[in-house]
Nanobody, 115 residues
Framework: QVQLVESGGGLVQAGGSLRLSCAAS????????MGWYRQAPGKQRDLVAT???????NYAGSVKGRFTISRDNAKNAVYLQMTSLEPEDTAVYYC?????????WGQGTQVTVSS
């Protein structure tokens, strides 16, 4: 089992920045993919960004150039630096960890961007 704990959400004005963190614990395999997804009210959960244990990244088109995903393998942590935030970025952000033994989600952290 893998447990994920997110932190760093909050309320920010449009144009501002936030940094999300996700710490993984438990039976973690060295080969894995970690990522961030988000779900706005009444909408489906969508990909924001992913990063492999080797450092390859993938971003949703709507966040490219504004958000940066990174990870610290020694700490089993993944981060999401969000800049130039827009009201449309308002959502619950979820951390995800995928490895051979399973697919795990965090409890989510709220990000609210005011106009």
């Amino acid at each position: 089992q893998v447990q994920l704990v997110e932190s760093g959400g909050g309320l920010v004005q449009a144009g501002g920045s936030l940094r999300l963190s996700c710490a993984a614990s438990g039976s973690i395999f060295s080969i894995n993919v970690m990522g961030w997804y988000r779900q706005a009210p009444g909408k489906q959960r969508d990909l924001v960004a992913t990063i492999t244990s080797g450092g390859s990244t993938n971003y949703a088109g709507s966040v490219k150039g504004r958000f940066t995903i990174s990870r610290d393998n020694a700490k089993n942590a993944v981060y999401l630096q969000m800049t130039s935030l827009e009201p449309e970025d308002t959502a619950v952000y979820y951390c995800r960890h995928i490895q051979r033994t399973g697919d795990y989600w965090g409890q989510g952290t709220q990000v609210t961007v005011s106009s």
